[in-house]
């Protein structure tokens, strides 16, 4: 089990604002925001949890806290294992891991069977067990054609399985995959959606990010909508279905998104509104 207690993540940025009291078109300032503002949430074993939202929403931001890829300004990460032992050492959670990112970078002169290999050593598994595991990842991902070919040889679907297959090879309990199945052909997509499938089938908490709404909807026990940092709403696809009478979880989104743009441009107007009277004389 994995769970969020009112994570945030605090950044600085320049933005350019008008200056309207000294007659000056614009003027750069820099401010801090909230790229994930008190989020708090928890992905039970045996459950696939997708987490939805628009550009910029946070998702990414948010999942590397939950693989303890980066320190939250606020808020905890909680990690569990299967023996219900919660495991505070950031350095001992990665190990219960599994984390894949679309900026993953590979070793692009070895085959794919070298890098697991490399990477068995890494965590420090016995060579005769980390040949059982690749054969065992080999089948489960269908890399039996490229298994011996060099990582820059590969297609692109053929390229996200090897990163899978290195997030798979120390057996984790915890999945989170920031958009798995971006940019793949039909083939290669469905391979991994089979394979998170078969991992909750196997106890394990998987928790990934995705544009792909239908797949999300096909996929996902849970969904967590993320907006400007903040969950804007969470249930199962049929729940949110119905609560926003949808026939979709992509219609259902969409009126989510709009109801939090609505919400934010009712919120500057009053801004507007009482900056404008404090102007006055």
Do not use: W
Not at 221 to 249: H, N, T, W, Y
Request: glycine share 8%.
């Amino acid at each position: 089990m994995i769970r969020a207690e009112a994570l945030c993540k605090q950044f600085d940025r320049t933005v350019m604002s008008e200056d309207k009291k000294k007659g000056k078109a614009s003027r750069s300032k820099k401010e801090t925001f909230l790229a994930v503002d008190h989020v708090s949430f928890e992905v039970q074993t045996g459950e696939i949890v997708g987490l939805l939202g628009p550009n910029g929403a946070g998702k990414t931001t948010l999942l590397r806290m939950l693989g303890c890829l980066m320190q939250p300004t606020e808020g905890s990460v909680m990690i569990t294992d299967t023996n219900g032992e919660c495991i505070t050492d950031p350095v001992k959670a990665k190990n219960h891991i599994g984390y894949l990112s679309g900026n993953t970078k590979l070793y692009h002169r070895l085959s794919v069977r070298e890098m697991l290999q490399m990477l068995g050593e890494i965590y420090g598994i016995d060579r005769e067990e980390t040949a059982a595991r690749i054969e065992k990842i080999s089948s489960v991902l269908d890399m039996g054609e490229f298994l011996d070919n060099r990582i820059e040889r590969l297609s692109t679907g053929q390229t996200q399985r090897a990163s899978i297959a290195r997030t798979l090879i120390h057996e984790p309990d915890i999945y989170i995959f920031d958009e798995p199945t971006l940019g793949l052909d039909i083939l290669s997509a469905d391979a991994i959606v089979s394979f998170m499938k078969q991992q909750k089938e196997a106890g394990k908490t998987v928790l990934y990010s995705t544009h792909y709404l239908e797949e999300a909807q096909f996929l996902c026990d849970r969904i967590l909508m993320i907006c400007k940092g903040r969950i804007v709403c969470e249930g199962s696809p049929e729940s949110i279905m119905e609560r926003f009478g949808a026939e979709s979880l992509r219609d259902a989104f969409h009126k989510v998104m709009q109801e939090q743009n609505a919400g934010e441009e009712s919120g500057e107007t009053a801004m507007e509104e009482t900056e404008s009277r404090e102007e006055e004389p």
